[in-house]
C-alpha cells in the first residue's frame, strides 16, 4: 500500500508540474498570454494585439488600470469586438512558467518597456522560418476610465486601418 500512495504521489505532483502553463493561461479572465496563440487568434480575427505589460502582483498603477479600465465591462465588451488581448507579465511575489518568462523578457526588450502600466496595440505578421515582425499602431498607459481608453485604442486603429490603405494606394 505505501508504494501506491507514494506513487500516487509522485505522479501528481509530476502532473501539477506539467499542467503548470496550462493552470497559468486559465487563471487569466480573457486574457492570452501565448503570442503564437495571440498571433493566431488576431490572425483569424482580423483584430489587432492589445498586449498589457504589467507587473500584476506589485505595481499600483497597474493594479489602478485594471480596477479602473480592464475590470469594467464596457471595455470587455469593446475588447471581444475590437482586440486579442494579451496580457505579459513580470510580478515579483509570484513565478511564471519558464517559458512566459522568456516570452515576456523577449517582448519587453522587442518593444523597449522601461515603464508599468504600458499597453501596446499592434499586428504581428510571421516569415517562413517563424520570426514575428511587428507592426506597431500605438502606445499607451494607464488611464482613468473604460471610455477613454477604448477612444485612444479605436484612434490607433483606425490610423493603423488609413495607413494601409495609403500603402496599398501607392503600389
Known amino acids: 500500500m505505501k508504494k501506491i500512495i507514494s506513487f500516487s504521489l509522485f505522479a501528481l505532483l509530476s502532473f501539477s508540474v506539467f499542467c503548470q502553463t496550462d493552470d497559468y493561461e486559465a ?7 501565448d503570442i503564437d496563440k495571440a498571433f493566431a487568434e488576431s490572425k483569424n480575427s482580423g483584430k489587432p494585439i492589445l498586449a ?6 506589485w505595481c499600483g498603477w497597474c ?5 479602473s479600465v480592464f475590470s469594467k465591462k464596457e471595455f470587455q465588451t ?10 505579459l507579465d513580470f510580478p515579483k511575489r509570484k513565478q511564471l512558467p519558464e517559458k512566459y518568462q522568456k516570452q ?3 517582448l519587453k526588450n ?9 499597453v501596446w496595440v499592434f499586428n504581428l ?6 520570426n514575428f515582425s511587428i507592426e506597431g499602431l500605438g502606445k499607451t498607459g494607464y ?15 483606425e490610423r493603423g486601418e488609413k495607413n494601409k490603405t495609403k500603402e496599398g494606394e501607392g503600389k
Open 27 to 33: 487563471e487569466n479572465k480573457g486574457w492570452l498570454v
Open 52 to 57: 498589457n505589460f504589467t507587473g500584476s502582483d
Open 63 to 67: 493594479k489602478r488600470l485594471t480596477a
Open 78 to 87: 469593446w475588447a471581444k469586438d475590437n482586440v486579442v488581448l494579451l496580457e
Open 104 to 106: 515576456n523578457a523577449q
Open 110 to 118: 522587442a518593444f523597449k518597456i522601461t515603464a508599468y502600466p504600458t
Open 125 to 130: 505578421d510571421k516569415d517562413e522560418k517563424g
Open 143 to 157: 488611464t482613468k476610465t473604460a471610455q477613454k481608453f477604448t477612444s485612444d485604442v479605436d484612434q490607433m486603429i
